[in-house]
């Protein structure tokens, strides 16, 4: 069924369709991310595809390759009832020049999703109405998500008691009330403290 | 779990010569006798852990048997503050705000280990437990907890108010009596499947 999506795609796109993937109904385009909004346009316009419903549309961080981050956005049309997900590959290996097309004046779903995907990658949609922050606070910096933001940093809002050893106050233990990650990274915990802990 | 300590009242029964027995006893006693079992609530609920809140508030648990029976939504009016569910740092200032707008005596219990110390919200966007911005009376670990750890908190909670004791402390895990004693269920089955 959506094979002939691919193919639609593939003949009307050419020169922009990198890769196509399609196994057991679960079919994947990725396009050059300047042809990102034109693609997407063609699938909510076209009678074929009708895809009038965006259901995701998140990124995932590759620090390994060059174009690090592929946006993902998962469509589905209500009318015919298949599914489609479309890639595209952006931003350097900084993380900088990550950006490309709101989807927004397209499916009204793409708004708070592409804000969210501006929050935790860092990547920026152009011709959006409102990119902000939409999880974390206006105060925070970086973007969570990216695989070279420390997993165990955090900007705490207030500051902290003051109070010794605040890591772990008693009743708890060196041991005992926390959690299964933080014991791998120990050394680098305690040099959080003084940078982060006011 | 705590037990009681001894107090300093004193009941004197009438003597064999008839006349009133009397009572003595100190006025902090008194005082705390009265504020652990009045202590209104303040619910603070931020998370799953609230569906086992409200099982223990509900009559099958129910809580208001210790006289923590009214819920007040105003800080203002209550004296015991119950933190139920994961606080992200977003949150934290307003925790310590509610927490500064209660009147003293004010106590505060975590309820959950997210509340206690993080639980597995190890990362960038949850404090890890509230004693980090509030100081905490009493933490019941568990996710969520046993309704019958939170009512172990509770009375633990109030065994603190009566002796006056401010050090934080924890619900310790209770031993099930049926594994305990070698009765019941599981040990039935057990023995069953190694006579197989």
Redesign the interface.
Known sequence: MSKALIDLIKKNFGAAVLETHSLYGDDTVVVEAAAWREVARFLRDTPQCSMDMLTDLTAVDYPEREPRFEIVAHFYSLSRGHRLRLKTRIGDSEGDEAEVDSLCDFWASANWMERETFDMFGVIFKNHPDLRRI???PEFEGH?LRKD?P????????A??DVPN??K????SVDE??????QTHASSHRDRDDSQVN | MGELKPSSTQILEPGAAGGAGFATTRLEAVLAWAQKYSLFMYPFVTACCGMEFMSVSSPRYDFSRFGSEAPRFSPRQSDLLWVVGTITQRQAPILKRIYEQMAEPKWVLAFGTCASCGGFYDNYACVAGVDKVIPCDVYVPGCPPRPEAVLDGLMLLQDKIQTGNRTPAIVKPRQDPVVEQNIGLVQLRKSRTSVA
């Open positions: 999880l974390m606070y969570p933001y997993a165990d940093k955090i900007q705490p809002l207030i902290y008691r605040i890591e106050i008693a009743p708890f009330g926390m959690s299964f990650g933080r």
